[in-house]
């Protein structure tokens, strides 16, 4: 398919040859194990192609924003599948492909070493993980989508479980799908009531997407399709209180994997949300208390995720409840973006939704780098335990500044990206006071004051992380011996810092390309004065009200620390050299160091409400004295808990009735009867 007089590939030819690229490299892949066991980074590179194609066909799209449609030659009969590219797929598009591209590099040193087996393994369902991604991006029916959506599930599954071998990998893996087919299940029921609304109601043809977004629909069934989109998307994104699966997955699945699926998978089921909300439902039938639910679900998860991240010391569980914070702060823009678009008030709605859709992005970078660099930290030093690390910054420089990077960004701190969605955000909370309903405007800030305590608590714990891990002695004897990772580790990880920095320093372009994202589905763009003077200063609204200059901040920050370097060396004075204070002891051990359990103590104290905690103090009756802390995850216990039990008892009796003779099994069915006797009458 092309474009009039266009003789390239249009953005839709590019993305599909990506998605048909990664599918047959999955297939391909398991069957050149041997012959690329020496080459591996051979069949890596060719990986990366189609994530090259994805970001341009991304890009192209959003800089000439158009519909691109195709009806494909094969499907069901009388249901053929379809694929469009507008401007909001584009976007997860190309933010697949800028991070798909440095994590495939990041591979080529991670997996060198592992078995044929394992290779084999990653070889087939990597590439089939991320062409099923793009394809829920691309399609275009109610079939296509459902068809990708379970194959995103499925390989990533099968990704999680790479070493299954370990009985918790498996016990993760199993909860994780479990809970992606609870998902799965509440889409397909939204997708229903949508289709029941539509024109063609009955016809095959009403489950293309451009068919449900014509729909009528009493009074009952927006609230619902709203309802289970939320639900159904959000237990793929991890909102509380369908976020069990995911402390459990990303500790289990391997560095790369765990990157891909926080920083992509996580976005694939927010694009679902969206698409489902504005897209399919329609603004027409969004109505405030939908923003308002959203706001909450949104707070709740982000202020959870990060007090449950300050009690971990495995890495990678701490990241993954921060994925879980991510997506409360991209929930409370969009859900600002509701509340004030239902209410009339498009400046502000745009200004949160292009905050969202930033966060996207964001949160895409920072967070797919930090969980590389606590890969190749775990697979240095052989340990999942940060008070078992400590002075990695000696052994460890690059990969340490690069981590460095990330946490500095997931912080919120400026001149970095994460700062800048999460202002945005808060710049359009500060438009609260035009809402008329006091009961609106509450919501609006305590949402606000909620994201702002969660942005403090996350650089505390990242100061946690940092100190404990990189800073001060080793801990272990292998943390002594970490070696600096390679350079295609080293490589990917750069890759991701520039983009987590170049992403705060040049916000215009990124911003620019949303503008189309939000025009295409509200028919608003971001207000004029964010286009003056846009590579120095940011103003979303008018330079009046809030303006913000990342160049000029960072140059205000070397001046300083240059003259103070300058000052310092042209200073006289001598500098007075000493021993650290080590409180009276002879010798300095690691011992004296703060371990990431008494960091986060203060947190754990205040916030109690949040965690159920088994605690045991050492006293003198132990043979060994050991203290010993466990913070569980309190939706265990108050929600899931209750639910196994009632389903192991309903098992219980439903396998005592199926183990029984033929007679019994007879007069069930007689009983059956004569009670659809009693109970239904003849019809007409």
């Given amino acids: 398919m092309r474009l009039a007089g266009q003789l390239l590939p249009t953005p839709l030819d590019q993305a599909d040859m990506a998605l048909v690229a990664w599918i047959a490299l999955g297939c391909i892949g398991p069957l050149l194990t041997g012959v690329l066991k020496k080459h591996r980074s051979l069949f890596f590179g060719c990986l990366i192609l189609p994530g090259v194609l994805d970001c341009m066909a991304g890009i192209g799209l959003l800089i000439h924003p ?23 797929s584009g976007f997860f598009l190309t933010v697949l492909g800028l991070v798909s591209i440095p994590v ?262 920072f967070k797919s780098l930090l969980f590389l660099g606590a890969g190749i930290v775990m697979q240095k030093t052989g340990t999942h335990n940060l008070n078992d690390l400590g002075g990695l910054f000696r052994n460890m420089p690059a990969t340490s500044t690069f981590f460095l990077v990330g946490a500095l960004a997931i912080s919120g701190l400026p001149p970095l990206n994460g700062f800048l969605s999460e202002w945005l955000t808060f710049q359009s909370a500060l438009w609260a006071p035009s809402l008329s309903s006091i009961l609106l405007q509450s919501v609006v800030v305590l949402s606000a004051a909620l994201l702002a305590l969660s942005s403090a608590l996350t650089a505390m714990c990242f100061v946690k992380v940092v100190g404990v891990a990189f800073l001060g002695q080793a801990r272990s004897i292998k943390a002594a011996q970490a070696r600096e990772a390679g350079m295609a580790e080293l490589s990917g990880m750069a890759l991701l810092s520039l983009g987590c920095i170049g992403a705060g320093l040049f916000p215009f372009p990124a911003l620019k390309f949303l503008s189309s994202v939000v025009t295409s589905l509200t028919g608003q763009s971001l207000p004029l004065p964010a286009e003056k003077d846009p590579w120095l200063w940011l103003a979303p609204v008018s330079y009046s009200r809030a303006q913000y200059s990342p160049l000029l901040l960072l140059l205000s920050f070397l001046l300083i620390m240059g003259a103070l370097a300058f000052w310092l060396r042209r200073s006289q004075k001598p500098v007075r050299v000493a021993p650290t204070w080590n409180c009276g002891y002879p010798v300095r051990d690691s011992r004296m160091q703060d371990t990431a359990d008494a960091f986060g103590q203060p947190v754990r104290h205040f916030f109690a409400p949040f965690f159920r905690m088994d605690r045991h103090l050492p006293s003198a009756e132990d043979d060994q004295p050991v203290y010993r802390l466990e913070v569980r995850d309190p939706f265990w216990a108050s929600l899931y808990d209750p639910i196994a039990s009632a389903l192991f008892f309903v098992s219980e009796i439903v396998e005592k009735i199926r183990n029984r003779r033929i007679s019994q099994y007879l007069l069930y069915s007689v009983l059956t009867l004569i009670l659809l006797l009693l109970f239904f009458e003849e019809g007409p």
């Fill in 104 to 365: 495939l590099l990041f591979c080529i040193g991670f997996f060198r070493g592992s078995s044929p087996g394992k290779t084999r393994w990653v070889f087939f369902w990597l590439p089939v993980f991320l062409g099923t991604m793009s394809g829920v991006l691309l399609a275009d029916d109610v079939m296509t989508f459902l068809l990708f959506w379970e194959g995103m599930a499925l390989s990533s599954f099968f990704l999680v479980v790479t070493d299954m071998q370990e009985a918790p990998v498996r016990k993760a893996g199993f909860l994780y799908l479990l809970m992606a087919q609870i998902g799965t299940g509440l889409i397909i029921l939204s997708f229903f009531l949508l289709s029941a609304g539509t024109p063609t109601t009955g016809r095959m043809s009403s489950l293309a997407f451009e068919n449900l977004v014509h729909g009528s629909f009493p009074g009952w069934v927006p609230w619902s399709v709203f309802l289970l989109s939320l639900a159904g998307f959000g237990a793929k994104a991890g909102i509380v209180p369908l976020h069990v699966w995911l402390p459990e997955a990303h500790p289990a699945a391997p560095a790369p994997v765990s990157a891909l699926m926080s920083g992509l998978m996580l976005k694939i089921a927010i694009y679902g949300m969206i698409r489902m909300d504005i897209d399919l439902l329609g603004l027409s039938h969004i109505v405030p208390a939908m923003g308002v639910t959203v706001l909450i679900v949104g707070s709740l998860s982000a202020l959870f995720g990060v007090l449950h991240a300050l009690m971990q010391h495995d890495p990678k569980r701490l990241l993954a409840y921060h994925s879980i914070e991510n997506i409360g702060i991209i929930l409370i823009g969009f859900g600002l973006f509701l509340l004030f678009e239902s209410t009339g008030h498009p400046v502000p709605a745009t200004i949160a939704f292009s905050a969202a859709l930033f966060h996207v992005l964001n949160h895409a970078l």
């Fill in 66 to 88: 158009v519909r691109l449609s195709r009806e494909l030659p094969f499907g069901l009969p009388g249901l053929p599948f379809r694929i469009a590219l507008d401007p909001l």
